[in-house]
């Protein structure tokens, strides 16, 4: 399956940032590198590649799916409404 590769930058930090689109229609920045995790392991949040909300924790097998960026970036807050 052939996913939106939709890159841009975070206004608050200047790293680059990947748009991934929710089912409800919302753009959700995520960082780029894809990240395997086990779904309903832990409490970590990620955003599978058709932009799915899923929590979890990181594995060396499992689903594969993007860290949100707000959960990375240290200016986020400032960018928040
Ligand atoms: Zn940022």
Do not use: L
């Not at 689109?21 to 995790?37: E, K, L, S, W």
Request: glycine share 12%.
């Amino acid at each position: 399956m052939m996913y939106d590769q939709n890159f841009g930058f975070c206004r608050g930090c200047k790293k680059q940032i990947i748009w991934t689109r929710t089912p409800a229609g919302r753009n959700m920045p995520c960082d780029p590198g894809m990240i395997t995790f086990t779904a309903g392991a832990g409490s970590e949040t990620f955003i599978t590649p058709d932009g799915q909300t899923k929590r979890g924790k990181r594995s060396e097998e499992g689903e594969r799916g993007y860290i949100p960026h707000w959960a990375t970036c240290p200016n986020w807050k400032q960018f928040k409404k």
